[in-house]
């Protein structure tokens, strides 16, 4: 198989052990399926807890693991293209033998579920969103972590450099390896259910093996919040790559 140079950094780093961004994207963002000869990309707060539990229902692993679904403990059934040869990860990164597609979702909207879920709901509770509350609270002079606002946690993560942002807000593009992979399919989450039957279709999954796509796990009300427009204008231009992702890949209408 003839790499293009992008792929050759990856094609690289599937054969190296230093524990990179790119590395740790491989092992625990992506899955691919043998069964239906697929690669899955997974993006943080872009319908990623949906589509990780439909495509293990859909792959018939049987019951779904203790803990949670975004777990990849040794043992786990899902391969990723660090458990396989290198000759078969490169086949699914970048041959047509493969359909691979990723989540998109709109990065104001992404955020502010980010926000609610995260740092108001404290839903995760992981020491890391303690660690961000302090930080955000500290860049903005404040001692109360209650009085951060989506304005200024907005603001915060918008001057942040991408590498260094939380995978929970950082940009798709980066997440999705996009200077390096191309993609069949970027399932959007505002139309969720037709992009992704799209996929599914594509790779041949036949309609007794579907479970329904219109239900949406672990939901914040985060689409309620409203955020001004000089917030929204603020977040699109920090994260404007990200618009260009959807463009990249072959949508069905």
């Given amino acids: 198989m003839t790499l ?30 043998t069964r239906y000869r697929y690669l899955f990309v997974e993006i943080p707060k872009s319908g990623a807890t949906t ?6 229902q859909i792959e018939g692993y049987g019951p779904e693991p203790r803990g949670s679904i975004h ?40 955020l502010a579920s980010a926000y609610r879920d995260k740092l108001q ?23 109360d ?5 989506f304005d200024r946690f907005a603001a915060f993560v918008c001057a942040q450099h991408d590498s260094a942002r939380d995978p929970h807000w950082m940009s798709q593009w980066r997440l999705a390896l996009a200077d390096h992979l191309d993609y069949d399919f970027v399932v959007r989450l505002d139309s969720y259910a037709r992009d992704l039957s799209c996929v599914l279709d594509a790779v041949g ?19 309620l919040m409203e955020i001004s427009e000089a917030t929204a204008a603020l977040i699109r231009s920090a994260y404007e ?12 209408r």
């Fill in 4 to 33: 293009s140079p992008q792929e050759h950094v990856i094609a690289r780093t599937l054969r190296s052990k230093r524990p990179t961004f790119m590395r740790m994207r491989l092992a625990y963002g992506m899955f691919i399926s």
């Fill in 51 to 56: 589509t990780k539990t439909l495509l293990w």
């Fill in 71 to 110: 777990d990849r403990p040794v043992g786990d059934p899902r391969p990723s293209p660090v458990t396989v040869s290198p000759e078969v990860a490169e086949a699914a990164l970048f041959s047509s033998s493969h359909i691979r597609f990723c989540l998109w979702r709109d990065p104001v909207r992404r």
């Fill in 121 to 143: 709901l404290g839903r995760d509770a992981s020491p890391a969103w303690d660690f961000w509350r302090r930080k955000i609270a500290a860049a903005h002079g404040i001692s």
């Fill in 145 to 149: 972590s209650r009085d951060i606002t």
């Fill in 205 to 223: 999954v036949p309609a007794r093996h579907r479970p329904s796509l219109d239900a949406r796990l672990h939901a914040s009300d985060s689409n």
């Fill in 241 to 252: 790559q990200d618009y260009a992702l959807p463009g990249r890949a072959a949508r069905c």
